[in-house]
């Protein structure tokens, strides 16, 4: 495979319920594609915490897969307020989420630091009031 294949989802950003939608039928199309459940395991798991993040704090947004066969790259983009501090929000337990959504389990501040866990690179580009997107690449 010398060229990627392509898969592109919208977050809902008012639906706790299909949060975590994309990272499944990720999971399902990549397994389907015969990569190996580590890098299906690492990918999903990336995917899942960056769609809780946007569903939190961003009013959902946008991802991006590009299938390659030496790596898989995921974008995630928003249009939300953007993130003032990115060394402090890459600190695991920290989390700017509201007490209601803490009440329903989300919110830990471990999203982005298991994002850059289970990913070969990563980064993040923010901008207060415009949005942030995520670029993570798992090596296949």
Do not use: W
């Not at 991802?63 to 695991?92: K, W």
């Amino acid at each position: 495979m010398s060229e990627s294949v392509n898969f592109h989802f919208d977050i809902d950003g008012d639906n706790f319920t299909s949060a975590g939608e994309a990272s499944v039928r990720i999971k399902k199309l990549l397994r389907e594609m015969g990569f190996s459940p580590d890098v299906i395991r690492r990918v999903s798991v990336a995917m899942y915490e960056g769609e809780i993040n946007m569903v939190i704090h961003a009013n959902g947004g946008s991802a991006d897969i590009d299938v390659f066969c030496d790596r898989i790259q995921i974008v995630l983009a928003d249009q939300g307020p953007g993130i003032p501090n990115i060394d402090l929000a890459m600190q695991e337990g920290y989390s700017t989420a509201p007490d209601n959504i803490r009440s329903l389990g989300f919110g830990a501040g471990m999203g982005l630091p298991n994002m850059k866990k289970y990913t070969d690179e990563m980064k993040v580009e923010s901008e207060v009031g415009k949005g942030t997107t995520v670029t993570m690449v798992v090596n296949v």
